[in-house]
C-alpha cells in the first residue's frame, strides 16, 4: 500500500530535549515537506526536499533540522525542542515538487513539549 | 501578505444543500491547483485537483477563475459525511517548491 508513515504518532517530552519524528514513504517520491499545523493559523511549511541531499527551508525552519541522505526518509530533527514547537506536524511527499503534483500526507504526529 | 485565502466559515449547512466556497490566491503565475479535504485531528486527503477547464467528481465540481485568481469547491447534495475541513492548495508562482495552503474553510452540515 502507497503511504506516507510518520513515527511517533504522539510524543510528549520536556524542553531541550533532542527529539526526532521520523517520515517514510514507499512510493519512489522525490519531493518532501514537513508541514506544522496549529488553530488558526493553518499549514506552515518548515523544510522540504526536492531529491536526495537537497533540503530547503520553508516559511518556519527556525528550531528545526531536516536531512536527506536517502529517498524514502525525510526525518524532522529537533535539537532543543521548546514550547512553541506543540504542535501537530505532517510529512508530505509527492513525485515531484513542481506543477499538478499534489501531495500525499502522513497520519501527523501531535508532539507536546512541556 | 496572505498568499492564499479562504473564509475559514464555519459554513453551516442542512443536508441536502448546495454549498460552494472559494479560495483566493495572489499570484497570477501559479499553475496549480488542488481541494484537500481534512477531518478533526487527521491529516489532509487529495479531494480533487482543479483543471483550467473545470472538472467534476460525483457531487463535487472544482472550477478555476483566473482573471480574478481564485478556485471554487462546489458541493451539491451535501451529506452529513461532508462534514470536514476544505483546504486549498496552490502551486504559488508555478515553481518548484510545493504547495502553499489556505487555513480552512469549515463545514458542517446539519441534518
Known amino acids: 500500500e502507497a503511504q506516507v508513515t510518520q513515527n511517533p504518532r504522539y510524543l510528549i517530552t520536556v524542553t531541550g530535549k533532542k527529539l526526532t519524528v521520523t517520515c517514510s514513504q514507499n512510493?519512489?517520491?522525490?519531493?518532501m515537506s514537513w508541514y506544522r499545523q496549529d488553530p488558526g493559523l493553518g499549514l506552515r511549511q518548515i523544510y522540504y526536499?526536492?531529491?536526495?541531499?537537497?533540503?530547503d527551508k520553508g516559511d518556519v525552519p527556525e528550531g528545526y533540522k531536516v536531512s536527506r541522505k536517502e529517498k524514502r526518509n525525510f526525518p524532522l530533527i529537533l535539537e532543543s525542542p521548546s514550547p512553541n514547537q506543540t504542535s501537530l506536524y505532517f510529512c508530505a511527499s509527492s513525485p515531484s515538487g513542481t506543477e499538478n503534483q499534489p501531495q500525499h500526507f502522513g497520519d501527523g504526529t501531535r508532539l507536546s513539549i512541556l | 501578505r496572505k498568499e492564499v485565502e479562504q473564509d475559514p466559515g464555519p459554513f453551516n449547512v442542512p443536508e441536502g444543500a448546495t454549498v460552494a466556497f472559494n479560495c483566493t490566491y495572489s499570484?497570477?503565475?501559479?499553475?496549480?491547483f488542488f481541494w484537500y479535504r481534512q477531518d478533526c485531528r487527521k491529516e489532509p486527503k487529495l479531494l480533487m485537483s482543479v483543471y483550467s477547464s473545470g472538472n467534476e467528481d460525483g457531487r463535487f465540481t472544482a472550477q478555476l477563475n483566473r482573471a480574478s485568481q481564485y478556485i471554487s469547491l462546489l458541493i451539491r447534495d451535501s451529506k452529513l459525511s461532508d462534514s470536514a475541513t476544505y483546504l486549498c492548495?496552490?502551486?504559488?508562482?508555478?515553481?518548484?517548491?510545493?504547495?502553499?495552503f489556505g487555513k480552512g474553510t469549515h463545514l458542517i452540515i446539519q441534518p
Open positions: 512510493m519512489n517520491h522525490e519531493y
Open positions: 492548495a496552490v502551486n504559488i508562482g508555478g515553481g518548484a517548491d510545493g504547495l502553499t
Open positions: 526536499s526536492m531529491n536526495v541531499e537537497v533540503t
Open positions: 499570484n497570477s503565475a501559479s499553475q496549480s
